[in-house]
């Protein structure tokens, strides 16, 4: 695929030192093939540079995180355009959502330069507190008794259509590209991404389910019946507090999360990761 590649941001997890030396190094072999590279704020300003943006500034045709999963969740759920293509250079453990190891990130970025690549989407959900639009995310909302001895009463209902009441320490809703993620580790199965569909998985229930995989051509409605309230977050990225009787809503999102590949897909290369423990430098 060809796509028009004039101005490159790059985001970096600024904590980690190796993670900004490695942005810095992209972003020095971009500037030096003739390319407008901008660094978000926070690598700016741990790198001593003066042109910084904030990453909900960052109008390009790209964008290059360095850094895990969390910083690829947190770029998808910051930058202005929702569907500018991401090329992620992994600096955690597994790293799901990323694409190459940090010894890789030139070759990668030369390979993106060239037009070596394709475009993967992700779907996402987009979250919805008593009608008011919180976010749109990746992976997953996860709702939580705010109390962690009181349960929560949970009415599940989707496209108006009563699903079930259940009671338990709450449910993760992911998309497909989250089934790897929390939703996972709590149990639930994995999706391939080809689906269109939202994966509900429950936290300790105390009735005798675990999950469920419903289509997500309607919205899914999560009431909160009774307890002592709950706590709602978004990818990990946005947390708020919810009250009983509250209701939460979660659509699939008109925009999708677009990323830059170079071999075999999302699914194949999640399943390899979750055998092997992590990702792995490959030639």
């Known amino acids: 695929m060809d796509m028009r590649l004039n101005r490159i941001a790059i985001v970096s997890k600024p904590d980690d030192p190796k993670a900004v030396d490695t942005a810095i190094q992209v972003l020095n072999y971009l500037r030096d093939n003739g390319l407008e590279a901008i660094p978000e704020r ?3 300003l741990k790198a001593g540079l003066g042109d910084g943006r904030e990453a909900r500034d960052l109008h390009c045709d790209a964008i290059i995180t360095v850094g895990g999963d969390g910083t690829v969740l947190r770029t998808c759920m910051s930058m202005p355009d929702p569907e500018t293509p991401i090329l992620a250079v992994n600096m955690g453990r597994r790293g799901y959502l990323t694409e190459v190891g ?5 070759e990668a970025v030369e390979k993106l330069l060239r037009g070596e690549y394709y475009i993967e989407e992700h779907s996402k959900i987009s ?29 599940l209902s989707l496209g108006g259509l009563e699903l079930l009441t259940i009671r338990g320490d709450g449910l993760i809703v992911s998309t497909p590209t989250g ?13 391939h991404t080809g689906l269109n569909a939202f994966n509900i998985v429950f936290l300790s229930p105390l009735d005798p389910i675990r999950s ?10 999560v009431k909160l019946l ?15 507090k ?21 071999k075999e897909n999302f699914t194949i290369r999640s399943l390899r990761r979750l055998s092997k423990g992590g990702i792995e430098e490959e030639s």
């Open 42 to 44: 926070a690598l700016a």
């Open 102 to 106: 940090p010894s890789q990130a030139l």
């Open 127 to 155: 979250v919805f507190l008593d009608g008011a639009h919180l976010a749109d995310g990746l992976n997953e909302a996860l709702i939580v008794s705010s109390s962690p001895s009181k349960t929560l009463e949970i009415q």
């Open 179 to 191: 089934s790897t993620a929390h939703a996972f580790s709590a149990g639930g199965p994995v999706l």
């Open 212 to 221: 469920l995989i419903m289509p997500d051509g309607n919205a899914l409605n």
């Open 226 to 240: 009774r307890g002592l309230g709950a706590i709602l977050s978004i990818d990990g990225c946005m947390e708020e």
């Open 242 to 262: 919810i009250d009983i009787k509250s209701t939460i809503t979660v659509g699939r999102s008109k925009k999708s999360a677009k990323f830059i590949r170079f």
